[in-house]
């Protein structure tokens, strides 16, 4: 079967749609339904969050061996299977252990679908082609935010099983075009290298430091992603309205962010446009230090959003570009590890912090400051994997 970058592209982003834009973004909107549902405590609810973090965690650190164990396309139909059935379990009423399962085990194939997914996109299509095959792979992140801050709120507001049911039923349809059309015929890889490491040695230090530049930025975000809305909402004082329309202000970067990185990319090389992106995620979390006026909000919300799955699209692509083909599964397996484990650090670390600090602004700086060591990181990796 001919490869088609643009249908590898679709399929690599149904994978993240559905591993991270549909299994983790869509459900923060869905606490409340939870709650007021009866359902679950806001505790339980919570609880149930962070139990799919860390099952995002296992997902990343097992999933390289277990396509050594049981092969890529194995491993992608039952990550398919799986997430389209925690949806379908998740529509059931059935306590918090049944919940706690089918979270933890999205949370696992999640992380599967984006370490074995993305590559099985992007190292199969020429190097030309990775900025706009990126795009298309990361879309299904940006879609997923934008759809939790818009279509999800409306669903729930028909009900939480509806929801769920709703979301189980988009996400059969998807899984089966992705595995039917692309997955499952997915060729075995040529273990010629490609780019820069084409004909040479490995560039170890270029692409530690993308992954040092991956696991700061993962931190960096860690503000925008958990305490956005309830910021602007109560320690502001605009209200929870306004705090969900700077979301969606938030969703709508998220959509535009692998086009952009994408079209930035191709102009520049992808080191190059993760340095620059990076850098303008430092000045935009910076921004809240500097002004909470309605434009700055507005700003901050925009950029930032643009740049969650932006600078995933990039990482990615700086990778695909420094690794050989057969290796390139096992190093954004790493890469995406080093961004679990830091997202997870920052998360923890920065909710315990808000009850003695009594306030956002404080986090906000640590995630600036993280975000300008992941640009310097990213400037160190142009020169130290040569060509960007």
């Known amino acids: 079967m001919a490869v088609s970058a643009t249908r590898l592209g679709l399929a690599g982003g149904i994978a993240t749609l559905l591993g991270v834009g549909m299994a983790r973004f869509a459900y923060t909107p869905l606490i409340p339904a939870l709650v007021e549902a009866d359902w679950f405590t806001i505790h339980a609810a919570n609880y149930l969050g962070a139990i799919n973090l860390l099952g995002y965690l296992i997902g990343a650190a097992a999933a390289h061996a277990a396509t050594r164990w049981f092969g890529v396309r194995t491993v992608l139909a039952a990550a398919l299977l799986i997430t389209v059935a925690s949806f379908f379990g998740c529509a059931l009423d059935a306590g918090?252990?049944?919940?706690?399962?089918?979270?933890?085990?999205?949370?696992?194939?999640?992380a599967v679908l984006v370490v074995v997914g993305v590559p099985a996109a992007l190292s199969r299509v020429a190097p030309d082609e990775r900025p706009k095959t990126g795009a298309l792979v990361f879309s299904g992140i940006g879609l997923g935010i934008a759809a939790s801050g818009t279509l999800v709120p409306w669903l729930a507001s028909q009900g939480v099983a509806i929801t769920w049911l709703a979301m189980a039923l988009l996400a059969s349809l998807l899984a089966a075009w992705a595995w039917f059309d692309q997955f499952r015929h997915l060729a075995p890889l040529s273990f010629e290298t490609s780019d820069s490491a084409q004909g040479g040695r490995l560039p170890a230090l270029a692409i530690a430091l993308v992954m040092i530049a991956y696991g700061l930025d993962a931190a960096g975000f860690v503000p925008h992603t958990l305490f956005w809305v309830d910021y602007i909402a109560r320690e502001l004082g605009r209200g929870l309205a306004a705090g969900s329309r700077y979301w969606i202000i938030f969703g709508v970067g998220a959509a535009c962010g692998p086009w952009v990185a994408g079209a930035l990319a191709r102009r520049v090389g992808?080191?190059?446009?993760?340095a620059i992106a990076l850098a303008v995620k430092t000045l935009a979390v910076g921004l809240v230090l500097a002004s909470q006026s309605a434009w700055a909000l507005g700003v901050s919300s925009y950029l930032v959003g643009l740049l969650v799955p932006g600078v995933v699209t990039l990482t990615s692509g700086s990778i695909a570009a420094l690794a050989p083909a057969a290796r390139q599964q096992q190093i954004w397996g790493w890469a995406t590890l080093s961004f679990a484990l830091a997202q997870a650090i920052a998360a923890y670390g920065m909710s315990w912090s808000y009850t003695p600090l009594g306030t956002?602004?404080?986090?906000?700086?640590?995630?600036a400051a993280a975000l300008a060591l992941a640009t310097l990181a990213a400037l160190a990796a142009i020169r130290a994997g040569g060509e960007a």
């Open 270 to 274: 992808f080191r190059v446009a993760l």
């Open 96 to 110: 918090p252990i049944w919940y706690g399962v089918w979270r933890l085990a999205c949370g696992v194939t999640g």
């Open 360 to 367: 956002y602004l404080p986090l906000f700086g640590v995630a």
